[in-house]
């Protein structure tokens, strides 16, 4: 079993920074891999970004340049560094890690409001 808990949402105003963390508990030395998806009003949640444990990222095209993942030096944390923030990028942010038995364990997801 693994538990994620993620910070750092707020409301920013638009062009602003925000810093996600997440931080994994329980069997976190069978994660191979940890990412940030998204879900605003009314639509599904999606991928943000992604990286494996050997630290290969995957970034989807509406973040790229403008957001980082990374992880901290154990293994049990994962950064989303958001630059630029649209108002478009206001959802729930939450942590997903994925083990080889389970693909998805999620935490409970911290919400993010960009204005304009």
């Known amino acids: 079993q693994v538990q994620l808990v993620e910070s750092g949402g707020g409301l920013v105003q638009a062009g602003g920074s925000l810093r996600l963390s997440c931080v994994a508990s329980g069997d976190i030395f069978s994660i191979n891999a940890m990412g940030w998806y998204r879900q605003a009003p009314r639509k599904r949640r999606e991928l943000v970004a992604s990286?494996?444990?050997?630290?290969?990222?995957n970034y989807v095209d509406f973040v790229k340049g403008r957001f980082t993942i990374s992880r901290g030096n154990g293994k049990n944390t994962v950064y989303l560094q958001m630059n630029s923030l649209k108002p478009e990028d206001t959802a729930v942010y939450y942590c997903n890690a994925q083990t080889p038995m389970v693909p998805g364990y999620w935490g409970q997801g911290t919400q993010v409001t960009v204005s304009s």
């Open positions: 990286i494996t444990s050997d630290g290969s990222t």
